[in-house]
C-alpha cells in the first residue's frame, strides 16, 4: 500500500451518498428487477429528469441504436428499444456526466475512467451478442458500464478530503493510483450493497480482478475477457493491479476467436472516434 492509513481511515469516513448514480437511472435499474414492470412506469420515471431525459433520446437515436425509425418521445424510445436498453442508455448518459471534476488531476483521470467504462459497456455487450449470448446483451453492457464504480467513489471522496484538509496529502495521480489498487473493489462492492444495485452487478464488481472465477458465470466471464483486451487496446491507462498473464480461461469459456476478437475490439474503440 503506496499511500498512509489516515487516508485511508479518511477514505472509510466519507458518506456513502457521494454522487455516483444519478437518482432516475439508479430509481430504472432497481425497477427493472421486477420482471412486472410495465413501459408506462418506465418512461414516467425517465421524465422526471428532464436533462436526463433529453439524453436518453439523443443516444436512442444515434447511429448504434436508430434502426429505420427514429423515436420523437421518450415513450416510443422506450417501446422502440424496451425497458431494458432503455435503462442502459439512461445509466450510461448519467454517468457520463457523473465522471467530471474542478480539479485538473481528478478531471483527467475522471475522463480516462469514464472512457474505459463506456468502452467496456459496448465491449461486453457487443461480446454477449457475438458469442451467442444474446440474451445477456444488456446486462453485459451495464455491467461493464459499473464494473468499476468504486473508482469514480473514491475519486469523489479524495477530492472531498483534500477540499476538507482534514489530513495533508498529495493528491497526485501516483496516489490515486494506489488507492485503486488497493480499494476500488472492496469500495464498489460497498456502495452497489448500499445503494440495492441488483446483485449480478454486485458480483461483477467483486470478482472482475479475482485471480479465478466460477466456470458457470458467463456474465463475468464477459467483463473479464472484455476489461483484459481493454489494456491491449489503450483503453485502460491506469490498470495498476496485477492481472493475470493472460484471458484463456475466458476465451475457452466463451468460445471465441480471432473474428470476435476483431469485432470487440472494433467495436470497443468506437469511443476513441
Not at 4 to 26: G, K, M, T, W
Not at 45 to 65: E, F, H, P, T
Request: with cysteine; net charge negative.
Amino acid at each position: 500500500m503506496g499511500f498512509s492509513l489516515d487516508l485511508r481511515y479518511q477514505i472509510c469516513l466519507q458518506p456513502i451518498e457521494l454522487p455516483v448514480f444519478n437518482p432516475v437511472a439508479l430509481e430504472l435499474l432497481q425497477l427493472l428487477a421486477d420482471p412486472t414492470v410495465e413501459i408506462d412506469h418506465v418512461t414516467e420515471i425517465i421524465q422526471k429528469d428532464q436533462g436526463l431525459a433529453i439524453q436518453v433520446l439523443r443516444m436512442a437515436n444515434s447511429s448504434a441504436y436508430v434502426g429505420r425509425n427514429r423515436s420523437e418521445t421518450i415513450k416510443d424510445a422506450v417501446n422502440r428499444l424496451g425497458g431494458k436498453q432503455i435503462t442502459s442508455l439512461a445509466m450510461a448518459a448519467s454517468q457520463a456526466a457523473l465522471h467530471a471534476s474542478e480539479n485538473p488531476v481528478v478531471n483527467e483521470v475522471m475522463r480516462h475512467l469514464w472512457l474505459h467504462s463506456h468502452a467496456c459497456a459496448l465491449g461486453c455487450r457487443s461480446l454477449a451478442i457475438s458469442s451467442g449470448h444474446r440474451a445477456l446483451a444488456d446486462q453485459a453492457y451495464l455491467a461493464g458500464l459499473l464494473h468499476d464504480i468504486g473508482k469514480l467513489y473514491l475519486l469523489k471522496a479524495m477530492e472531498r478530503i483534500s477540499l476538507s484538509r482534514e489530513i495533508s496529502f498529495e493528491l497526485d495521480l501516483e496516489t490515486l493510483l494506489d488507492v485503486f489498487s488497493d480499494m476500488h473493489v472492496e469500495q464498489g462492492v460497498r456502495i452497489m450493497n448500499h445503494w440495492d444495485i441488483p446483485p449480478l452487478y454486485c458480483a461483477i464488481a467483486a470478482h472482475h480482478h479475482a485471480e479465478t472465477f466460477d466456470p458457470g458465470d458467463t456474465l463475468l466471464a464477459i467483463v473479464r475477457l472484455v476489461n483484459f483486451n481493454s489494456m491491449q487496446y489503450n483503453l485502460n491507462l491506469y490498470p495498476r493491479l496485477v492481472q493475470p498473464p493472460d484471458a484463456l480461461p475466458e476465451i475457452s469459456l466463451l468460445k471465441v476467436g480471432d473474428p470476435e476478437l476483431v469485432k470487440l475490439e472494433a467495436d470497443m474503440q468506437v469511443v476513441c472516434a
